[in-house]
């Protein structure tokens, strides 16, 4: 895990910020610097050589390098560290602003159009920020997993971890943060406990919004996944 420590101040500010940001941007679609991403240009311009393995990120805004140039998300920091090293692996960044589990769930089968060999999911922060019941938001991602087994069933799967406000009750957090440890135990999936531990809270890892990570905050998120996604990784 991470060297960084957050005091809890921090992390509730973030939370909190997080929430008002969320809810936000939920009211209309606002327009990305990065340009399209997988979803709206289409699988086929994003199709890896047939030789290649496919990494697909499949998330929400901070997949998908909220205001940031495609290239600087940390799913393109991945594929540069996986380049380094040689290694014949195609990374996908199938992130979208806004995405809920439900949402998510709908538009998995048009992503699966593309297989792959590692599925990272990044997903169910929208859920909590709508106070969504969360007997659904498990729900919605079993079924987005078991679809991505059912094209693979190979496949490695890495869940990613996320955190909600304490304003929204103690049992919702504590419900809500529970979610992807089970998840990943009743799937044999990697877990990250917190996608965000190592730039939440911290000005100068964030945009103005103080909420979405800059391209510095990206490059600690991606060494986070990096960490995971490594020994999942064939060398040979």
């Known amino acids: 895990m991470s060297n960084l ?14 929430l008002v940001l969320l809810w936000v941007g939920c009211q209309g679609p606002k ?4 340009g399209p991403t997988l979803p709206e240009k289409g699988v086929a311009e994003s199709l890896p050589p047939s030789q290649k393995k496919v990494i697909l990120f499949f998330g929400n805004s901070i997949t998908a390098g909220y205001q940031l140039d495609m290239n600087q998300a940390f799913p393109a920091i991945i594929q540069q560290k996986i380049d380094s090293l040689g290694l014949s692996y195609q990374v996908i960044n199938a992130g979208l602003s806004g995405e809920t589990t439900a949402s998510g769930k709908n538009r998995i089968d048009w992503v699966l159009r593309t297989v792959p060999d590692i599925f990272i999911l990044e997903l169910g922060a929208n859920d909590g ?3 969504l019941p969360l007997k659904e938001t498990p729900k919605n ?13 190979e496949v490695k799967i890495v869940i990613t971890g996320m955190e909600v406000p304490p304003n929204l009750g103690e049992a ?7 979610i992807f440890p089970t998840l990943a135990k009743n799937n044999a999936a990697v877990l990250i406990p917190f996608l965000l531990v190592d730039v939440a809270g911290r000005p100068s890892l964030n945009l103005p919004d103080g909420i979405h990570p800059t391209p510095e905050g ?3 998120i991606a060494e986070l996944v990096w960490e995971t ?8």
Do not use: A, C
């Not at 327009?31 to 990065?34: L, M, Y």
């Not at 078991?146 to 069933?153: E, G, M, Y």
């Not at 996604?229 to 040979?236: A, D, G, Q, V």
């Open 5 to 18: 420590q957050l005091n809890q101040d921090e992390i509730m500010r973030f939370l909190m910020g997080f």
């Open 31 to 34: 327009k990305e610097k990065s």
């Open 129 to 131: 920020l709508r106070g």
């Open 141 to 153: 991602l079993q079924v987005i997993i078991d679809k991505v087994k059912l094209i693979n069933p």
């Open 172 to 178: 919702y957090t504590r419900q809500f943060r529970n």
């Open 218 to 220: 990206h490059f600690l």
């Open 229 to 236: 996604l490594l020994p999942l990784l064939e060398l040979n």
